[in-house]
């Protein structure tokens, strides 16, 4: 079955740019999960939803980053006023269902870059 | 804050050898995911282990979950060129399920 998809898979923008990242998880699973992953770290947690609400935003760095789920499936991650340190990569991951012990599932990235 | 600790940061074996890489923490976990990640690449799961003491063997990759479950260990057999990547331990549970990740052991297999 499909994956977990993330697009684009590189986006490059300008220091001060609106940017609108996607992930479609895998279908069925009503755990969703953004890390952001900077070079040689392991990814950090930003968000978690489960269904259509943001469960937990306690990783979000600033009100600049800001995410959405509104139908429970597809989430948008949007970051307002890009700066150059949100330059990293940025994964997507769902499991089946929220627990501790539900193995989650990651999407190929989006490699931002901001100039 | 639960923090994951890997060691070796880096490790460039030759094709055949042996290798053990550890991931430890004080805190309790639930659960104890074992990924791998290729360049500008998602991390792509091996395995879940779940019960202290539990092992774990993937063809040539054995996991082992501590009997606290606060640490893991994974032992690579007769290694393989195939086999280099980052290697990522990440700890389960909490309140919102989040994973928390070491920051990984980078490994190179060199024919």
């Known amino acids: 079955g499909a994956g977990v998809s993330q697009t684009p898979s590189n986006k490059v923008t300008e220091k001060g740019k609106y940017v609108e990242l996607r992930c479609d998880p895998i279908?069925?699973?009503?755990?969703l999960y953004w890390y952001r992953q900077s070079l040689g770290q392991g990814p950090e947690f930003l968000i978690y939803?489960?269904?259509?609400?943001?469960?937990?935003d306690s990783g979000l760095p600033n009100d600049r980053f800001f995410a959405v789920r509104p139908e429970g499936s597809v989430s948008t991650l949007k970051i307002q006023r890009t700066e150059r340190g949100d330059s990293a990569m940025y994964l997507c991951?769902?499991?089946?269902?929220?627990?501790?012990?539900?193995?989650?599932?990651f999407g190929p990235g989006t490699r931002l870059t901001v100039t | 804050t639960q923090l994951l600790e890997q060691s070796p940061q880096f490790l460039s074996i030759q094709e055949g050898e042996n290798l053990t890489v550890y991931c430890n923490s004080s805190?309790?976990?639930?659960?104890l995911q074992w990924y791998r990640q290729e360049p500008g690449e998602g991390p792509v799961l091996l395995v879940t282990?779940?019960?202290?003491?539990e092992v774990k063997k993937l063809k040539r990759l054995t996991f082992q979950f501590g009997d606290a479950r606060k640490d893991s260990s994974l032992h690579i057999t007769a290694a393989q060129p195939g086999d280099t990547g980052l290697y990522l331990c990440?700890?389960?549970?909490?309140?919102?399920?989040?994973?928390?990740f070491g920051k990984g052991t980078l490994l190179t297999v060199n024919p």
């Open positions: 805190s309790v976990f639930s659960s």
């Open positions: 939803f489960q269904g259509t609400g943001a469960a937990d």
């Open positions: 991951a769902s499991s089946l269902w929220a627990s501790g012990r539900a193995e989650q599932y």
């Open positions: 990440a700890g389960g549970g909490g309140s919102n399920y989040k994973l928390t």
């Open positions: 279908s069925g699973h009503t755990a």
């Open positions: 282990v779940v019960t202290g003491g």
